[in-house]
């Protein structure tokens, strides 16, 4: 060996050392990746449990819109159909998915009384199913006629400063129409008992049902855990004319229906008129209406508030006395049936009703 020189080293790594160090690092690629993966799902999961109550909201969201949207086409078709010909109609496809449609039998009932000349006053109470009593403050009735569904009855009265009572065999749960005459034939006072049915549209939410009732052209909605509002009131109008004349229109809508239209994604419905009817048209005096509906006992006293909101105005002014619109029948609240305080002016009242037949 030569003095001062070196003998020269492979100094590289050892084979093994380098294949352990490979196998270090495909290691960990593969923990990066599922750590990844894992850091990924995670996100994910919060982002989805943050936002599923939006998800919800918007979906809620949506359902009431087509309800409601629903409920505006059906009231549309009622119109029409309503003011058609007896037995007239037509047929319509509807997209009634996540609703549900059905009848809602006897909701309303309507009393309204008249009457039709100056030279009397008659009250018409009803007694029983088969009994009424009537009375004429001036003694002017001569005779009677009840229709109904079924039969038309017709009695003569006598004169008598006293309730007269008449038993029948004109007795209806779904309408009634008591006119007296007098002697020569002239219609002198009507009574109207009619019993009103509607429709419902129920759709599923989030937490709970949203339900929609139409009845008699008026709207009751309620959302889940809460209570009913209406949100359309019953088509009352009270007008006062360029030549101090008063007019009163109510307008009765009945959709007969039978058990449950049902829900799906193209849904047959048919609408046909059972002939409109004229109740009463022309002057008239002592107008006495009275509504209760069924649904909820909520419902009747937000139809009274309503009408009644000028008179409550007016009563807390004190100005009762030049006061022109809707007024209490005896009590403040209208629970006995409202009338009009006219102050003297002539007064036409009109009321008719729609009956209408739906069916799928």
Sequence with gaps: MIRGCVNLVDRGPAPFASRRRDDERAVSEVLGVVMLLAMVITIMGGVWVFLNPYLSDFEDNTNWNSATGLADRIEDRLEVAGNAPDGTGFRNTLAIQSTAIRSVQNVEHWTISADLTDREAINIRQVNASTIAVLAANETARSITIQSPETTYQQTLPVSHQEVFVSHNASSPHWMITTVFGADGEPLHRHVMWTLSGLQITTSLGQGEHQIVLMNNARAERFPNEAWSVSAMPLVEFDRMANDELRLSILLTDVVANGSIGSGSNVGMQFVSQGPMTLFTGEAYNVNFNVFNALHDVITPQYNNNWLADYTIQRSAGTLDTYIG???????????????????????????IQRVEVSR
């Design 326 to 352: 809707f007024a209490p029948h005896e009590r403040a609240s209208g629970a006995d049936g409202l009338s009009v305080s006219s102050q003297n002016l002539p007064l036409y009242f009109e009321v008719d």
